[in-house]
């Protein structure tokens, strides 16, 4: 019960003190905080439910976790690897940003950017499949959120069209980082710190937490199912089955069982339908590539012929959505 809000952010409000002066006032914020609303979504360890703020109306999101549920269930790793890395990703559009945690009694709470869209798994079904135009958008956006979070050693893990969110303007907005790993890098001095002292995510061994890893089947690269190793070509590998599903309409490796889908993937057992861009299959078999070292990098992806045209970096993410056809 020792999580603590160190690097939270509170709200600042501007006071004068008894001598007439005028200090800031730093206040946490808390459940009463903030009004609850509808439910958006449930997982197995938390719900997401729609709330605004009391005194300002913003609207958020707040991820609402059971500590008893987390302890019996031995998640509270995965807890804070998802607060840390939250509060290692701040300033990039393409993130679910975190404004505030705290927590009561019973839960723990992290509140987060409202991503009004929805998932794009949800856009992309009703859709059934996406043109070249909208996946060369939402591809782009997602790359250049994954450039981020590799430059601030993060590796996702778990990229799937579940955790892509889309905001009120249609622009891709990145969650779930429960399953992320912390690369070890030089800290900045004002990074906000584990809710544990002593004990950073990145303290844990790496063959526990590869062993204990589990993704999404359908995204997972060979070399975790292979050598038990994620590395950042490992969400490039997930990029390109999010590239080719929105494309094709499904994922590139699926099969009855999740035996049988790992046992396509490390045999790189899949097909492009009939029809499917060329510039954009040159790009995913450069991608899905079984060894690590050899899929296309960032830099490589960023100039690809299948993303003429994407003006990489802060102009994008001003860019108005296109039309979904
Ligand atoms: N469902 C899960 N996270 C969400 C968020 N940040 N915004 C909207 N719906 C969500």
């Known amino acids: 019960d020792d999580w603590q809000d160190r690097g939270a952010a509170v709200s600042v409000r501007q006071e004068v003190d008894a001598n007439g002066k005028t200090v800031a006032r730093y206040i946490k914020k808390g459940v009463r905080d903030f009004n609850f ?81 929805g998932e794009l798994l949800g856009v992309l079904k009703r859709m059934s499949t996406f043109d070249e135009e909208c996946t060369r958008f939402y ?9 981020y979070m590799h430059k601030r050693g993060v590796i996702h893990r778990d990229l799937k069209p579940e955790n892509v969110l889309l905001d009120h303007q249609m622009h891709v907005k990145i969650t779930d980082f429960g399953t992320a790993k912390i690369l070890k890098m030089p800290r900045r001095p004002d990074e906000s710190t584990s809710s544990i002292p002593q004990l950073d995510s990145t303290d844990i061994p790496e063959e526990e937490r590869a062993s204990s890893f589990v993704g999404t089947a359908e995204y997972v690269s060979p070399e975790l199912l292979t050598d038990k190793n994620a590395c950042k070509a ?17 994922p590139p490796f699926k099969a009855g069982n999740e035996y049988q889908t790992f046992q396509k993937i490390v045999a790189l057992d899949y097909e492009f339908p009939i029809g499917f861009p060329a510039v954009a299959r040159d790009l995913v078999e ?40």
């Not at 109306?57 to 500590?67: F, M, V």
């Not at 990098?297 to 100039?303: A, F, M, V």
């Open 139 to 147: 591809g782009a956006q997602i790359l250049d959120t994954i450039d």
């Open 37 to 117: 609303g509808n439910t958006l979504g449930e997982g197995s360890y938390s719900t997401v439910v729609f709330a605004t703020d009391r005194q300002t109306l913003k609207e958020y999101a707040i991820k609402i976790l059971d500590k008893r549920h987390i302890i019996k269930e031995k998640k509270v790793k995965y807890v804070n690897i998802e607060k840390d890395t939250l509060n290692r990703l701040t300033d990039h559009p393409g993130i679910v940003r975190l404004y505030y945690t705290f927590q009561d009694e019973r839960s723990l709470y992290f509140v987060l950017d409202l991503a009004k869209g």
């Open 234 to 250: 490992s969400d490039l590998w997930a990029f390109g089955c999010i590239i080719y599903q929105l494309l094709a309409g499904r």
């Open 286 to 325: 450069r991608l899905l590539v079984l060894d690590p070292a050899r899929r296309l990098q960032i830099e490589h992806i960023k100039n690809h012929e299948f993303f003429d045209g994407i003006s990489w970096g802060t102009d994008m993410w001003k860019q108005k959505a296109p039309r979904l056809k």
